[in-house]
């Protein structure tokens, strides 16, 4: 594989590219103020398209069908279609021993859930290529990321004809091309809104219980993009470990951020851009328990794994720099009420405003259908089960069934006790 080249260019001209992006690194030579030069090394991207010797790993290397030699002129010709026209965000190998197979990198686009994610392909041609689409198959480490990449492998795309589309999405022997399939996987399967991608779901409608789904959905998303990133780094593809640890080691911080930002609720799942304002919905936005678990869990898995490959990642926490399990802290009340200061949390008096409105405290609710929170303005979940005293009286205690609240009753009885009415 071709990385890591070095060679001189003139004094502040730029680098001389391939048509597949160049590779590696360079070294110019600067002038510097006394005339003399010096040498820098440039950091250039990684070779989009190379051929490599070792298949070793490949999903099909035990394909024993023959290639005839029209296929196989067929194949090159696709080559320096990948070699001339790769975004950067697709990288792509070739095997000198076996013409038929291609393995390719995806870079998961901005704007979804597959952010700075890399998904790996591997690609066999048929001996009657292109008369049949290519096969692929999705290194999917047992994850179902997509409703278009199965566990097992299955891409299902209209071009590759595994599955049904109209006439001019299927797979066209004269000008179908290996291009077109990775830009399609690319565009359409790892999009924005993944959970549409199921016909069943329909299309996408602001508002309606199927933007909810579609939300959930992206944060599983997520949640199994980055345990992949775990599993490619613990054992990257062959032909891909150079680029796999360059790849996350540019992509670390952003990642980790990104991380934070949702298990936050600043902003939704596939809406973080590092540095740049919140784009798509309101920031603060509700996260359930399970991806902010989740999200603690990985978070200090994925800050070892990325400095273990010499990621910068200073000013970042090792552990998710959260509170309340992944969520912002709580706020703080300006004034301390009763119970904070003295470390009770008592009822409020029947027919008055409750304690938290009162002192300006914040005490924690009990369970019932609505939490102190929402009654009163505060910034609490509401608990699950009966409701609470405060629907009734404002208080925070629960009611006992079949009668007044509890508040109502003690003091019932203290004043018949004290002889009053």
Not at 190 to 205: D, T, W
Not at 282 to 305: D, G, N, R, T, W
Not at 356 to 383: M, R
């Amino acid at each position: 594989m071709l990385r890591n080249k070095r060679r001189k260019t003139p004094p502040l001209a730029p680098s001389s590219s391939s048509a597949c992006g160049g590779g590696g690194s360079s070294v110019s030579d600067v002038a510097e103020p006394n005339g003399a030069t010096s040498e820098i090394e440039e950091i250039e991207p990684f070779p989009r398209f190379d051929i490599v010797a070792d298949d070793s790993d490949h999903f099909y290397r035990n394909s024993s069908q023959t290639i005839p030699a029209s296929t196989q002129k067929r194949i090159m010709h696709e080559w320096k279609l990948l070699e001339q026209h790769l975004p950067e965000s697709i990288t792509v190998r070739a095997y000198e021993k076996k013409v038929g197979l291609l393995r390719a990198a995806i870079v998961g686009a901005a704007a979804t859930p597959y952010h700075d994610g890399l998904y790996f392909f591997d690609i066999f041609f048929p001996p009657n290529y292109p008369a049949k689409p290519p096969q692929v198959h999705y290194l999917s480490f047992g994850y179902r990321i997509n409703p278009n990449l199965y566990t097992n492998g299955t891409v299902c795309l209209s071009l590759l004809n595994t599955w049904s589309g109209s006439f001019l999405e299927r797979w066209n022997p004269k000008e179908s091309t290996i291009l077109q399939v990775l830009l399609s996987i690319q565009a359409l399967v790892l999009n924005e809104r993944p959970f549409f991608n199921e016909p069943a779901y329909g299309i996408f409608m602001s508002g309606t219980s199927a933007e909810k789904y579609s939300f959930a959905y992206n944060e599983d998303a997520f949640v199994l993009s980055c345990k992949s990133m775990l599993h490619l780094l613990a054992k990257p593809p062959r032909g891909f470990e150079f680029f796999v640890a360059w790849h996350f080691r540019d992509r670390a911080r952003t990642i980790l951020r990104a991380c934070e930002a949702y298990a936050s609720g600043r902003v939704r799942v596939g809406y973080f851009q590092d540095g740049a304002p919140p784009e798509g919905p309101s920031s603060k936005v509700a996260v359930p328990q399970k991806f902010k678990e989740s999200m603690k869990s990985l978070y200090p898995q994925l800050f070892k794994a990325f400095s273990k490959e010499g990621a910068s990642l200073a000013g970042l926490r090792e552990e998710q720099s959260s509170g309340q399990k992944g969520g912002d802290p709580l706020p703080v009340p300006e004034k301390k009420g009763l119970a904070d200061q003295k470390g009770g949390n008592l009822p409020p008096v029947p027919g008055k405003k409750g304690l938290a409105d009162q002192k300006g405290g914040n005490p924690l609710p009990v369970p019932g259908k609505k939490g102190l929170a929402d009654q009163k303005g505060g910034d609490l979940p509401p608990a699950l089960g009966m409701n609470s005293l405060v629907d009734r009286k404002g208080g925070n205690l629960p009611p006992v069934p079949g009668k007044k609240g509890l508040v109502v009753s003690v003091l019932g009885t203290v004043k018949k006790f004290l002889g009053l009415k």
